[in-house]
């Protein structure tokens, strides 16, 4: 009787907890927004996207232009036009 009454009590508790799903993180797939409005939105977005995306980049990596000085491969000619 008990171990039925804690089997009832665990199945009841697993069901409540499947109806309760979380939101989705893709796009969905039936779309209720008309293309144009899209387009809209993600172009409205981009700006601040592109701006976030560059703030990563420039976090990780050194994206200054220092040119290296000097000859890059021995015998070739320099952006001087020098060869070495």
């Given at each position: 009787m008990i171990?039925?009454?804690?089997?009832?009590?665990?199945?009841?508790?697993?069901?409540?907890?499947?109806?309760e799903k979380p939101k989705?993180?893709?796009m969905p797939?039936?779309?209720e927004e008309d293309f144009a409005a899209i387009v809209t939105?993600?172009?409205?977005?981009?700006?601040e996207l592109a701006r976030k995306h560059?703030?990563?980049l420039e976090a990780r990596y050194d994206l200054s232009?220092?040119?290296?000085?000097?000859?890059n491969v021995p015998g070739k000619a320099n952006s001087d036009g020098r060869a070495r």
């Open positions: 171990l039925t009454i804690g089997l009832s009590a665990l199945v009841g508790v697993s069901l409540g907890q499947e109806s989705a993180s893709y797939v039936v779309v939105r993600m172009k409205a977005a981009k700006p560059l703030a990563l232009n220092r040119p290296a000085q000097g000859d």
